[in-house]
């Protein structure tokens, strides 16, 4: 799929390091609690994001932010992982964002990996974000095949929730979050139509490994085979790099 007649509105940012992108990243999210205080967030796992979610709590619980009536969604889940393994995005978010807040149960919303309850998983994030009007913010990371969440290449872009089939990479990569070797297979995900449909989408990719994957971000057609690539038609899109992951875009 290439979409060529998509407008390009998205914003970028490169900053100076790690530390910098993850306190830009932060501050677009606590602006969103800011305006709306009943903000639907989402978030994803992995390493990219966990500096942005310890400033988030820092500054929330610092500068006695009311995030009581905000919800916080996980972006996604590895398939037959139970919550209790470190390497599960839920391990991840309870415990770099969740706990630290102190939030309540009925305040976050997981996917349970248990795949023969994955349909209804879906149906209940997809029902729960369209009731919340879509979500305030999403922060998502980039794997090195372009994909967001778990929407690996020649996902459709209209897919709200789905179940995916993993990518090679994906399999491959994805070990660095367990401490024995795992099988994964398929993953549990918020759809790039959610991301499109979020009020503001950020994009966090840091670290000369993500260089070459950012370059094909501005550069590729806008296409599902690079599935963040999407990122450039959104209304309200913002892309944070460091330098190192910008090392070799060329910004038109
Ligand atoms: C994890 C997720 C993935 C990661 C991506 C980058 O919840 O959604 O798409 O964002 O694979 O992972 P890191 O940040 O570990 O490089």
């Known amino acids: 799929m290439i979409l060529k007649s998509y407008s390009q509105k998205m914003q970028t940012l490169i900053l100076k390091d790690y530390e910098e992108m993850s306190q830009v990243a932060a501050n677009e999210i606590i602006k969103t609690i800011r305006q709306k205080p009943n903000a639907t967030l989402c978030f994803a796992s992995g390493d990219t994001p966990k500096r942005t979610c310890q400033i988030l709590a820092e500054r929330i619980l610092n500068e006695n932010i009311d995030i009581s009536n905000c919800q916080f969604i996980g972006l996604d889940e590895w398939i037959g992982i139970p919550p209790e393994n470190e390497g599960s995005c ?11 807040l102190n939030l309540s149960p009925n305040q976050y919303h997981l996917f349970n990996a248990d795949e023969t309850k994955s349909v209804e ?3 209940k994030m997809d029902d729960f974000i369209n ?4 979500l305030d913010c999403i922060l998502v990371g980039i794997g090195l095949n372009g994909h967001i969440g778990f929407n690996e290449p020649n ?5 709200y929730c789905h179940v995916a089939e993993l990518d090679e990479l994906t399999v491959s990569v994805g070990q660095k979050y367990f401490n024995t070797a795992t099988l994964l297979t398929k993953g549990i995900t918020v759809g790039l139509q959610h991301l499109m449909e979020a009020k503001k989408a950020i994009l966090i990719a840091n670290g000369a490994k993500k260089a070459t994957i950012m370059k094909a971000v501005y ?17 309200n899109g ?7 992951a910008a090392d070799l875009v060329v910004i038109r």
């Open 219 to 235: 550069e590729s057609e806008i296409n599902n085979q690079i599935p963040a690539t999407i990122m450039r038609t959104h209304p």
């Open 131 to 134: 009731k919340s009007g879509g």
């Open 238 to 244: 913002l892309i944070l790099m460091d330098e190192a």
């Open 155 to 159: 996902i459709p872009f209209t897919n």
């Open 121 to 123: 998983e879906c149906k």
């Open 90 to 100: 839920t391990y991840f978010l309870m415990n770099y964002l969740f706990k630290t």
